[in-house]
């Protein structure tokens, strides 16, 4: 796997950038999104507009992961590696219909004239409920599946070590159940069971990522056990000369 070390940089680099990104998109958009009212007043524009700036960061980071990693996955299994990079493709897709919503506010917000109160802020309304759908179904229904795939895949070529990918096997499920299950209603997306759920696709992406950083692809057994062989089977070559 050694050809593909540029690869597993980049992949890192893609995950690592993605987290940080949405981390602190979501922290300095938050005043739009925690009161509605936020059009109405003196607004935060230079935050939002900065935290929008990163999710369409985090977004195009998610496509990059997927882009990058292809040509590698696709050695496993085409179709597969295929459904990755379009699930990404969604993902990423939904991240940017969320984050116009946000940015619609400001909008709203500079062009406030002051007599349609109501209305403005009803439009307010729908637009952060617009944003908080969004970020159900992107960063949960979606990621879940697209955590699994990625996962399986590293977990049957042994790309990674198996304690790194159960956490993506198990992470996958994991959030995407608790995704249908703020869906159905049974609890708040930002809760305990909703930050719970999250924290094993978290942990996959970020230990994945810091261990293509840090030592590339694991190789498979194939390539291992060939290379191990190489040098007693340049010596033997050596002695028949």
Known sequence: ?????????????????????????????????????????????????????????????????????HPVLQRQNPGIALGYVCGRLLEAAVIVIGIVSVLALVTLRRERTGDEDGALLAVARALVAVHDWTFLIGPGLVIGVNSLLLAHLVHRARLAPRWITVLGLVGGPLVLASSTAVLLGLYEQVSTWGFLAALPVAAWEVSFAVRLLAKGFTPPAGERTAAADAPHAAAAAARVR
Do not use: C, H, N, W
């Open 1 to 69: 796997m050694k050809p593909y070390r540029g690869t597993a940089i980049a992949t890192g680099v893609f995950f690592l950038v993605a987290a940080i990104a949405a981390v602190a998109a979501l922290a300095l958009y938050q005043p739009a999104l925690a009161d509605p009212e936020y059009v109405l007043g003196a607004g935060a524009d230079t935050r939002v507009l900065l935290g929008g700036f990163l999710e369409v960061v985090l977004a195009a980071s998610v496509v990059g992961t997927a882009v990058a990693l």
